[in-house]
């Protein structure tokens, strides 16, 4: 059965960095399409980054430049690297595969596979 698990989360300061793990059983993580999300509390959830089978990655315009997404095939595993964090980015940051249609990777209704979640609190 596909699983996704989060991990790496927890408390910083603002201009700290934290980083986010995603550790995939079933399908090989390496050839999907995979991405993270976060939700704040009282907000959707929101596409934060994404990286295809071929490498392309893709950001929220926001994060770019601070955070990176990347994979390590042999471990199957993703992973999202942030600095120069911000208070707006507190949220739980979710881990998604698989999306319905790789042109919406950004769009969080189409991917079926979710990671349960990772509290990022960065505090000012």
């Known amino acids: 059965q596909e699983q996704l698990v989060e991990s790496g989360g927890g408390l910083v300061q603002a201009g700290g960095s934290l980083r986010l793990s995603c550790a995939a059983s079933g399908r090989t993580a390496s050839a999907r399409t995979m991405a993270w999300f976060r939700q704040a509390p009282g907000k959707e959830r929101e596409f934060v980054a994404a990286?295809?089978?071929?490498?392309?990655?893709y950001y929220l315009e926001s994060v770019k430049g601070r955070f990176t997404i990347s994979r390590d095939n042999a471990n199957n595993t993703l992973y999202l690297q942030m600095n120069s964090l911000k208070p707006e980015d507190t949220a739980v940051y979710y881990c998604?595969?698989?999306?319905?249609?790789?042109?919406?990777?950004?769009?969080?209704?189409?991917?079926?596979?979710w990671g349960q979640g990772t509290q990022v609190t960065v505090s000012s």
């Open positions: 998604a595969g698989d999306p319905k249609f790789i042109a919406f990777y950004s769009r969080a209704s189409e991917y079926d596979y």
């Open positions: 990286i295809r089978g071929i490498g392309s990655v």
